[in-house]
């Protein structure tokens, strides 16, 4: 964690479940969830994912190109967000893979027990806040900046510093309500997919739309899923 021109700045975490995992464990979440690869959306490839899925973390790009849309569909007056989906904003810096991780998790609290932890203790402590107060929270988060640190230095590539210019970013896709959301801490709401009952399925179905629009090597994105360890 550092700080430049008093803006917070994380570790950026590398896109891999063993990071993931290791950033929940660190948080006191046991073996109830367990982060793993998606490698592709043809049915065979989804098919090997394991079951079930309660939740998807995406790597893209950060292009305007890609958010421009985003943002667009996030302001819709069509864009109706249930009152139950668990949205933070991101304030630190880098620390985008973190904030997917919370929204995966924090909208899948009825279902995937978080056990009694740092990561469940931050999430009682900040029921009911609006999504600004809830990042102010996490802000004054030691133990949960360890436990960022402690995933970071997971990765198989080298970790870059915490205030490096990087250039994709996460989000998060988890059903709430009977519908799908698109859950990412810069936009200024979530993304309403629409009714839903398999995330893995259907947040495939937009994710390759969002890969088909943009222009540029497929490589650049990847996805994973949340469930249950194997």
């Not at 029921?127 to 970071?152: F, R």
């Not at 896709?173 to 979530?190: N, S």
Request: hydrophobic fraction near 40%; aromatic fraction near 8%.
């Amino acid at each position: 964690m550092s700080s430049v021109n008093g803006k917070t700045y994380w570790v950026p975490l590398e896109s891999s479940p063993d990071a993931m995992n290791k950033v929940i464990r660190q948080m006191g979440v046991g073996a109830s969830a367990a982060f793993s690869d998606v490698f592709g959306f043809d049915d065979e490839l989804l098919e090997m994912v394991p079951q079930p899925v309660h939740a998807l973390v995406f790597l893209f790009p950060l292009t305007d190109k890609f958010e421009d849309p985003r943002k667009q569909e996030a302001l819709s007056s069509e864009n109706k967000v249930s009152p139950n989906v668990w949205f933070m904003k991101q304030t630190i810096g880098n620390a985008c893979g973190t904030m997917a991780i919370f929204h995966a998790l924090g909208n899948n609290q009825k279902t995937l027990p978080i056990g009694n932890g740092d990561l469940a203790a931050f999430f009682e402590r900040v029921n009911g806040l609006s999504p600004e107060a809830k990042a102010a929270e996490l802000e004054q988060s030691s133990a949960l900046a360890d436990a960022h640190k402690s995933g970071a230095a997971e990765g198989q590539t080298e970790a870059p510093a915490a205030d490096a210019e990087v250039e994709h970013h996460y989000a998060a896709y988890a059903i709430v309500d009977g519908d799908l959301y698109e859950i990412d801490g810069r936009l200024p709401a979530p993304i309403n997919h629409g009714p839903s009952t398999d995330v893995l399925k259907d947040g495939a179905r937009v994710i390759k739309k969002r890969i088909a629009a943009f222009e540029g090597d497929s490589q650049q994105f990847s996805v994973i899923s949340l469930g249950q360890e194997q």
